[in-house]
């Protein structure tokens, strides 16, 4: 789930309209597609693939912006692997 206090709303084409119960009561929320990978360290760039992540895009009752299966968020640690130092890092370190 993904909160659209955070700009889930923008720019991403909606594929569906519905998700049931999930967090607490049935809400009208719109279901999208989103690539991601993780957050990357400032010497570091991750040269992994994005991944495809179906997102429901709604008002949450939380204090979280985003809710990630479980399975999702093991992709994502074993993603790290590909974080690469980036060039200008190198050359300060010569």
């Known amino acids: 789930m993904f909160s659209k206090h955070t700009g889930g709303d923008t720019a991403v084409p909606k594929l569906a309209s519905a998700?049931?119960?999930v967090v607490g009561e049935a809400v009208e929320a719109n279901v999208v597609s989103v690539n991601i990978k993780?957050?990357?360290e400032q010497?570091?760039?991750n040269i992994a693939p994005y991944i495809p992540v179906m997102f429901a895009v709604c008002?949450?009752?939380t204090a979280v912006d985003v809710i990630l299966c479980d399975?999702?968020?093991q992709q994502l640690q074993e993603m790290?692997?590909?974080n690469v130092l980036r060039n200008h890092s190198l050359t300060r370190m010569l």
């Open 80 to 82: 790290n692997a590909y």
């Open 71 to 73: 399975d999702v968020v």
């Open 43 to 45: 010497q570091c760039k």
């Open 59 to 61: 008002n949450l009752s």
């Open 38 to 40: 993780p957050c990357q």
């Open 19 to 21: 998700i049931k119960g």
